[in-house]
């Protein structure tokens, strides 16, 4: 069974730009949840999907935004880039929403913004 | 404050030690415990859980980690590393004590370099 992959891998933005970035789940899992990694803050939660509604939202500014898809397929949005913005994006997907799923995460998308 | 701390920012073996890494957790109950590694340019890849029942849990590549409520502690250990399990660590609590549904809080990471 393929896992959670997430294109691009690598993103080159300038500052002001806006990017999305896409997940697509394992297949058969319906729960998505995105994480940014930097150096500095570490793995921090962003906000997490399942049956296309946001179930959990992390402590973000409003220019960080996401929605899933009928096909569980998520995608997350960041508008008018910052530098501060530049991190990994990890996204893990589950079977379903509730209580400390497993979740099984994606390689990541590397965001540069410069 | 509710958090979940690895004390050692780096730890260096020689393969063929042993290895324990820690992690301790300040909620108000227990949280679900989980341990993850990531590889350089990877994502994390799930070693171990613990929900309830056993305090000492196996997991994937040869990994046990043991509860204890008494010290709130969740420990990850291996009799024996491998020049393979250099990587970064990350001890994560899940559950309705972090926000619930799916979402994970991490600790800061412990980057293990393994010496041959």
């Known amino acids: 069974k393929a896992g959670v992959t997430q294109t691009p891998r690598y993103l080159i933005k300038t500052r002001g730009q806006q990017v999305t970035l896409s997940c697509s789940p394992i297949?058969?899992?319906?729960?998505v949840s995105w994480y940014q990694q930097t150096p500095g803050q570490g793995l921090q939660f962003l906000f997490e999907?399942?049956?296309?509604?946001q179930r959990n939202k992390g402590n973000f500014p409003g220019r960080f935004s996401g929605r899933q898809f009928s096909n569980s397929r998520s995608e997350m949005n960041v508008s008018t880039l910052e530098l501060g913005d530049s991190a990994l994006y990890l996204c893990?997907?589950?079977?379903?929403w509730g209580q400390g799923r497993e979740q099984y995460f994606g390689p990541g998308t590397r965001l540069t913004v410069t | 404050a509710q958090s979940v701390t690895q004390p050692d920012i780096h730890i260096t073996v020689s393969e063929g030690a042993s290895l324990e890494l820690r992690c301790n957790y300040s909620?108000?109950?227990?949280?679900?415990l989980f341990w993850y590694v990531q590889s350089p340019g990877q994502g994390l890849q799930l070693l171990l859980k613990?929900?309830?029942?056993?305090?000492l849990v196996q997991g994937i590549k040869g990994f046990e980690a043991e509860f204890k409520r008494s010290q709130s502690s969740f420990n990850l250990r291996k009799p024996s590393v491998h020049w393979s399990d250099a990587a970064e660590y990350f001890c994560a609590v899940g559950g309705i004590l972090t926000g619930g549904g799916n979402k994970l809080t991490f600790g800061t990471g412990t980057q293990l370099k393994v010496e041959l």
């Open positions: 999907y399942f049956s296309e509604t």
């Open positions: 893990a997907s589950s079977l379903a």
């Open positions: 297949s058969g899992h319906r729960s």
């Open positions: 909620y108000g109950a227990t949280p679900y």
């Open positions: 613990y929900f309830s029942g056993d305090t």
